[in-house]
Structure formats: structure tokens, C-alpha cells
């Protein structure tokens, strides 16, 4: 049943069949081996999969960043991060991510993030003889911080597809986000010593004043939503209607004169085109999680697992190695709909916290989104930079590097994931 659901998914990936599609053809393919198909029941589990009250959080987490990133937010986070640590010897990087940190917990999108960062840095970088390779790997590396640190779209689906709380998943990917950015850091350090490039003027203790109150409204909403959050006040979806309205509110009376109440169709327009690809993705999923069940693939899968080993750290970091694999030739949204109702029976068998894999899960599809030849995060950032793949990707293998070891570290050291959420959600 395993090969039958994977080979006919993967056959019309080749295909270039949208993959909510193809995951809705494999579902029905493996009911048919089964000899259950009924279209009712495929239709049912269909409208089922997007009637999720969870699943509201992520149209108006994606609202709420349009909203941010039309109302000019993104180019005050980044002037603040510039006059904090601009003048160091390759500050411009640090900026980078710096402000991938706090735009992080605005958006929770890589894509938007590395958009948004590498439109205003890596032309300012370009300018004052930075590598444009580096560059570019830089702003994508510092991108991907951003579903990991919560508000994430990911740790969303991975919540709602394996049953597991999402606030406890945005309590847990607070460290883990700010060890990639201080791993990035280090990187950046070792490589930013070579070359020769002009060193910004440091910023009076004045002109950082005034950009920390022109930065200071768009920088209060993680915190509004880690606190509420961790206080019970609202559950993970008010916490995206709350960030929705919080947005367009600063950005409509406290930012004036770049988002007008004309842009707002726009705005609504592009958040519905996103909106309707994750629900789609996401009902589809949702078929796909029934069929398997009823097949008992995770079953077979558990079973062929622990017959290997039933040592939980080795066993972690098998599946690993398996999703970074993954990532290499599919996207982080399908990846995480396909295999986290196949991977989260496996290591809950072996007495692995689901929230702690969930965690490695969403950072290890997110380092796929920086490899090529799937990497939507590297074409972004190509795309601004106009380079190519091939340069770019010379450019981002320190920081891949970086990352991969740090992916590993949380495998074998588990705490550095557990402790933090232990008091984070206490």
C-alpha cells in the first residue's frame, strides 16, 4: 500500500500535475486497491479537510502580512535593524538577519520574508560592494527563519494534520528560530572578513531612538501574539484575526500615506490567490490522511521502522535525513501535507514528543526551500538579484551549512527544543 500511494503520487508530480491533484488522484488510486472507493466519501473528507476552525488562522496571517508589507512596514524594520548594527564590518549582512528575526514574526512566510528583505537589502548590499552571490544566499538563508519563529503557516498545517496543540508548536520554535539566526551569524562573520566593502556611518544614539518609534508598532505585534498566546487570552486563530486587524489599523492611521483604503482590493485580491492554494492543499491533504489511515500505511511504516531500530535518536535521524531528501525535490507545503500523517505514527511509536518533531520537521522543509532544484526561496531571491541558480547557490552553502549542522544538533540534543517549551508553556 505504501508503493502504491507513493508511486502514484510521484507519477503525476513528474507529470507536473498540481500537487493537490496528484495527492487527490493517489488517495482515490490507493482506495481503489483497497476495493472502498466511494466519490461521496472522497467528497466529504474533501469539504471536511477545509471546514477546520485551526485552518482560520492561516487566510488572515497571510491578510495580516500583505497588509504589513503594503503599508511600508518592511522598509522601517529594516532602517531600525541598519541603525543598530549598520556600521560593523559587514553590517549590512547582520541587518539582514537581524531584520529576517523580526520580520519573521510578523509574516510567518518564507517566501514573503526573502521577498520583502532581499527587494530593499540586496540592492543596498550590491551598492556598497558586497558579493552579490553571498548576498543573495544570505537574504534566502535569513528568509527561512521565518516559519519557524511563530506566527508560522507551517507549524499551522503540521498542527492540524497531526492533531497537535499550535501554540505549544509557536512556543517551541522560539529557540530553534533564534539558534538558526545566531548560527547565520557566525557564518556571516567568517566569510564577511574577506573582501572589501564600504562600512556604513554609525547611527547617534538619536537617529536609533527615532527609528525604534517608527519601527516600535510593527515590532509590538509577535509580542502581542507570544503573550496572548501564552496567556490563554486567545487560541492560535484569534491570534491571526488579532494580527489582521493590528495591521491594518497602524498601517492605516499610525504609517500613513502608503496604504490607502484603495489598495485594500488589491490587497484582499492577492491574500485570497494564496489563501485558496494552502486550503485547497490543505482539504486535499486531508483525503489523503483518511486513505492512509484506513490503509493502515502508518502502521506498515511503524512496523518497517523499528524493525531497523528502535532507538528514538538514530530512528530521528533517519527521517532526517529522509526529509532532507525530500526537500530537495518537492515543495514545504506538500511535503509537510503528505508525510505528517505517515512520519507522526513513527516516532510517536518510539516516544518521540510530536511537538519536538513537528519542530524539526518544519526547520528541515524549510532548508529544502534553499536547495535546489525545487528551492522556491532561492528562485525568490534569484529573481531580485538577477543571477543565476548556479551562482547563487555558490553563494548560500556556508549558511546551508550552518543550518544542516544546527537541524542535526537539535536531533541530537533534544533539549534544546523540550526545555525552552517547557517554560515557555508552563
Known amino acids: 500500500m505504501i508503493w502504491i500511494f507513493l508511486g502514484v503520487l510521484f507519477f503525476f508530480l513528474f507529470l507536473g500535475v498540481p500537487v493537490a491533484f496528484s495527492m487527490l488522484v493517489s488517495a482515490i488510486a490507493l482506495t481503489f486497491a483497497l476495493g472502498i472507493f466511494d466519490a461521496k466519501i472522497i467528497t466529504q473528507n474533501l469539504v471536511n479537510g477545509a471546514n477546520n476552525f485551526p485552518l482560520m488562522a492561516i487566510p488572515f496571517f497571510i491578510l495580516a502580512g500583505e497588509i504589513m508589507n503594503a503599508g511600508g512596514i518592511s522598509k522601517r524594520v529594516v532602517h531600525f535593524a541598519t541603525t543598530l548594527v549598520g556600521h560593523i564590518r559587514g553590517g549590512l549582512g547582520y541587518v539582514t538577519i537581524l531584520a529576517g528575526i523580526m520580520f519573521a514574526g510578523l509574516s510567518g512566510s518564507a517566501v514573503a520574508d526573502t521577498a520583502a528583505l532581499g527587494a530593499i537589502l540586496i540592492p543596498m548590499m550590491a551598492a556598497k560592494g558586497y558579493d552579490i552571490k553571498r548576498a543573495s544566499g544570505l537574504v534566502a538563508s535569513s528568509g527561512i527563519i521565518a516559519p519557524v519563529i511563530p506566527p508560522s503557516i507551517p507549524l499551522i498545517m503540521f498542527g492540524v494534520i497531526g492533531g497537535v496543540s499550535i501554540t505549544q508548536l509557536f512556543m517551541g520554535g522560539i529557540v530553534p528560530g533564534l539558534l538558526l539566526a545566531l548560527g547565520l551569524m557566525g557564518a556571516w562573520y567568517l566569510v564577511s572578513r574577506k573582501g572589501n566593502v564600504e562600512v556604513m556611518e554609525k547611527a ?27 496567556g490563554g487570552i486567545f487560541t492560535p486563530t484569534e491570534a491571526a484575526v488579532v494580527a489582521c486587524v493590528y495591521a491594518f489599523v497602524i498601517s492605516v492611521t499610525v504609517y500613513r500615506g502608503e496604504l490607502k483604503l484603495r489598495h485594500m482590493p488589491d490587497v484582499l485580491v492577492n491574500s485570497a490567490r494564496t489563501t485558496g492554494v494552502v486550503m485547497f492543499l490543505a482539504a486535499s ?13 502508518p502502521a506498515e511504516l511503524v512496523s518497517y521502522l523499528t524493525g531497523i531500530t528502535d532507538n528514538p535518536t538514530l530512528l530521528l535521524l533517519i527521517l532526517m535525513v529522509f526529509l532532507l531528501l525530500v526537500g530537495f525535490v518537492m515543495d514545504m507545503t506538500p511535503a509537510i501535507l503528505i508525510f505528517t500523517p505517515v512520519l507522526l505514527p513513527v516516532v510517536q511509536a518510539v516516544g518521540i514528543d510530536p511537538v519536538y518533531f513537528g519542530i524539526l520537521m518544519v526547520i528541515n522543509l524549510c532548508i529544502g526551500l ?9 528562485y525568490v531571491a534569484c529573481g531580485i538579484s538577477k543571477i543565476s541558480i548556479i551562482d547563487i547557490t555558490k553563494g548560500i552553502w556556508p549558511f546551508l551549512a550552518v543550518q544542516v549542522t544546527i537541524l542535526l544538533l537539535l536531533a541530537i540534543f533534544p533539549e534544546l527544543v523540550t526545555v525552552p517549551l517547557e517554560w515557555l508553556y508552563e
Request: aromatic content about 12%; hydrophobic content about 65%; overall charge positive.
Open 204 to 230: 547617534s544614539g538619536r537617529d536609533r531612538l527615532k527609528a525604534f518609534f517608527q519601527a516600535i508598532w510593527a515590532l509590538f505585534l509577535p509580542f502581542i501574539i507570544i503573550v496572548g498566546l501564552r
Open 285 to 297: 491533504a486531508m483525503v489523503t490522511a483518511w486513505v492512509i489511515t484506513v490503509a493502515q500505511v
Open 370 to 378: 534553499i536547495t535546489p532544484p525545487v528551492g522556491t526561496v532561492l
